[in-house]
């Protein structure tokens, strides 16, 4: 059974930094592309970064450009974020994704159970 | 505000038919496939429709997926108290290079 296990989240001053990780299992994690998606509280969800199998192509949701960067270890089938100039609107449960399908594996078929993210002084 | 617009909130019977429709424009769903995911809230999302119309193994035919122009719908037959939960449209926006979501609709079995 595919696993995803985020971990990394917890509470951070703004303008702190922080990086997540996802461990992934149970599947060739070289062949496929790997995404984060968020959930603020009361809000829906929303994408933020996607990186292809090979880190060929990365891409950033507007809200995060330039502040956060998407990674991954394909030896340690692992998945990361690092966040950096936090903002009290980043606060969110923070998803792992498996991607398939078209446009950098826009298609998320199996998701972590996610790590919370709390942005406040 | 989403690139996708979904209903807040839709409700019917147990046993009952719902849709839920997804609007967007050419740049996203006119030209892509539409994805619907099912979540409950403090759980892990589940992927319900790909490609517009095509259920993973172990989602059952009580769920389907339709396609029009720069629509999407979601459609679920005999509902069930199980069902209620949010529901959220995606799909990749050719113009803008990112996934996109709909604002997601909760879904009450009455």
């Known amino acids: 059974e595919v696993q995803l296990v985020e971990s990394g989240g917890g509470l951070v001053k703004p303008g702190g930094s922080l990086r997540l990780s996802c461990a992934a299992s149970a599947f060739s994690f070289t062949t496929y592309s790997m995404n984060w998606v968020r959930q603020a509280p009361g809000k829906g969800l929303e994408w933020v970064s996607s990186i292809s199998s090979t880190s060929n192509y990365i891409y950033y949701a507007d809200s995060v450009k330039g502040r956060f960067t998407i990674s991954r270890d394909n030896a340690k089938n692992s998945l990361y974020l690092q966040m950096n100039s936090l903002r009290a609107e980043d606060t969110a449960v923070y998803y792992c994704a498996r991607g398939f399908g078209a446009n950098c594996g826009s298609v998320f078929d199996n998701w972590g159970q996610g790590t919370l993210v709390i942005v406040s002084s | 505000q989403s690139v996708l617009t979904q209903p807040p909130s839709v409700s019917a019977a147990p046993g009952q038919k719902v849709t839920i429709s997804c609007s967007g424009s050419?740049?996203?769903?006119?030209?892509?496939?539409v994805s619907w995911y099912q979540h409950l809230p403090g759980t892990a999302p589940k992927l319900l429709i790909y490609?517009?119309?095509k259920r993973p193994s172990g989602i059952p035919d009580r769920f389907s997926g339709s396609k029009s122009g720069t629509s999407g719908t979601l459609g679920i037959t005999g509902l069930q108290t199980g069902d209620e939960a949010d529901y959220y449209c995606g799909t990749w926006d050719s113009r803008l290079s990112v996934v996109v979501f709909g604002g997601g609709t909760k879904l009450t079995v009455l």
């Open positions: 050419n740049s996203n769903i006119g030209n892509n496939y």
């Open positions: 490609d517009n119309n």
